[in-house]
């Protein structure tokens, strides 16, 4: 990785003013265009050349702060991620930072792309901590179990027995039940299993597959929820949402929260007790006294 210079807080100012004042020049083409105040040819033109111009600044951002994300992703080198596969996860978090960043609201940019680095990186290790990588020969075997299973259950048109499959297979009632056990790990579902690239999807059975009822349920469940956010506020809902993780993140802190936002812990408390408040007087928050279990 070649060496790049960190901007001066100063030079970074200015280069986030001038970041501001382009998305004001593209938000000020928007309302042209909408109101037909503008020709199609110079709303191509000028918004092309507007968007480059913001390219160009974030480019200078992200190129000015690849040492940060290098220091941090050098502290979770023992997470079992490849150190490589650290960094470009710490840049996405790098990049998320730069597209939210305000820098009007007085935090520092550093502190605030640290947060979304130290996250991004999170992410990805939790996200892949669980997986279990055998050695080749518990791989073949799998397969071979696994190949097994699906052709004796064709032939017999039921689950066979291990008694079965350790015949089948010329193994002992040991090994089958070893192998049962290492089908049943998080192991990778992409592991090849043979040369035509099936891998153990095409052999086992998705566990983590809701039935059709619960897919229905959670569906409905999603639905009731997404009316309730939608009579709440910009502010109220993107509060709600990343607090409880409901947009499919872990559960965050008040703090957390704040950081992510770009506003302070108790304003951040704040907008909360309003969303509630606001979730109370709804008339669709009944629908939701539906889905508690008793």
């Given at each position: 990785?070649?060496?790049?210079?960190?901007?001066?807080?100063?030079?970074?100012?200015?280069?986030?003013?001038?970041?501001?004042?382009?998305?004001?020049?593209?938000?000020?083409?928007?309302?042209?265009?909408?109101?037909?105040?503008?020709?199609?040819?110079?709303?191509?033109?000028?918004?092309?050349?507007?968007?480059?111009?913001?390219?160009?600044?974030?480019?200078?951002?992200?190129?000015?702060?690849?040492?940060?994300?290098?220091?941090?992703?050098?502290?979770?080198?023992?997470?079992?991620?490849?150190?490589?596969?650290?960094?470009d996860e710490g840049n996405i978090g790098l990049i998320e930072s730069i597209l939210r960043f305000d820098h009007r609201k007085g935090f520092k940019f550093s502190t605030y792309a640290?947060?979304?680095?130290?996250?991004?990186?999170?992410?990805?290790?939790?996200?892949?901590?669980?997986?279990?990588?055998?050695?080749?020969?518990?791989?073949?075997?799998?397969?071979?179990?696994?190949?097994?299973?699906?052709?004796?259950?064709?032939?017999?048109?039921?689950?066979?027995?291990?008694?079965?499959?350790?015949?089948?297979?010329?193994?002992?009632?040991?090994?089958?039940?070893?192998?049962?056990?290492?089908?049943?790990?998080?192991?990778?579902m992409e592991t090849p299993l043979n040369d035509d690239s099936t891998d153990l999807r095409n052999f086992l059975e998705d566990k983590q597959t809701p039935s059709p009822y619960e897919?229905?349920?959670?569906?409905?469940?999603?639905?009731?929820?997404?009316?309730?956010?939608?009579?709440?506020?910009?502010?109220?809902?993107?509060?709600?949402?990343?607090?409880?993780?409901?947009?499919?993140?872990?559960?965050?802190?008040?703090?957390?929260?704040?950081?992510?936002?770009?506003?302070?812990?108790?304003?951040?408390?704040?907008?909360?007790?309003?969303?509630?408040?606001?979730?109370?007087?709804?008339?669709?928050?009944?629908?939701?006294?539906?889905?508690?279990?008793?």
């Amino acid at each position: 990785m070649g060496k790049t210079e960190r901007l001066s807080e100063g030079a970074e100012h200015k280069l986030w003013v001038e970041i501001r004042k382009l998305v004001t020049r593209r938000d000020r083409l928007e309302k042209l265009k909408t109101g037909g105040r503008i020709i199609d040819a110079d709303y191509d033109a000028e918004r092309a050349a507007t968007e480059t111009d913001i390219d160009r600044c974030k480019h200078i951002l992200v190129k000015s702060n690849l040492r940060l994300v290098v220091t941090i992703a050098k502290k979770y080198t023992s997470s079992g991620l490849p150190f490589l596969d650290l960094i470009d996860e710490g840049n996405i978090g790098l990049i998320e930072s730069i597209l939210r960043f305000d820098h009007r609201k007085g935090f520092k940019f550093s502190t605030y792309a640290t947060w979304w680095i130290k996250q991004s990186i999170l992410k990805a290790i939790e996200s892949k901590k669980h997986i279990i990588r055998f050695p080749m020969h518990i791989h073949r075997m799998l397969r071979r179990y696994l190949e097994t299973i699906k052709a004796l259950n064709q032939k017999l048109g039921r689950d066979p027995s291990p008694q079965e499959i350790a015949q089948a297979m010329g193994a002992s009632l040991k090994t089958i039940a070893s192998l049962s056990i290492f089908a049943k790990e998080p192991t990778s579902m992409e592991t090849p299993l043979n040369d035509d690239s099936t891998d153990l999807r095409n052999f086992l059975e998705d566990k983590q597959t809701p039935s059709p009822y619960e897919e229905v349920f959670m569906k409905s469940l999603r639905r009731t929820i997404t009316e309730v956010l939608d009579e709440l506020s910009e502010k109220q809902r993107n509060v709600v949402m990343l607090r409880f993780g409901l947009d499919g993140s872990p559960v965050r802190t008040l703090e957390e929260v704040g950081m992510a936002l770009n506003i302070t812990r108790e304003r951040v408390r704040q907008v909360q007790k309003e969303a509630f408040e606001r979730i109370k007087r709804l008339k669709s928050s009944e629908k939701l006294k539906g889905y508690l279990i008793d």
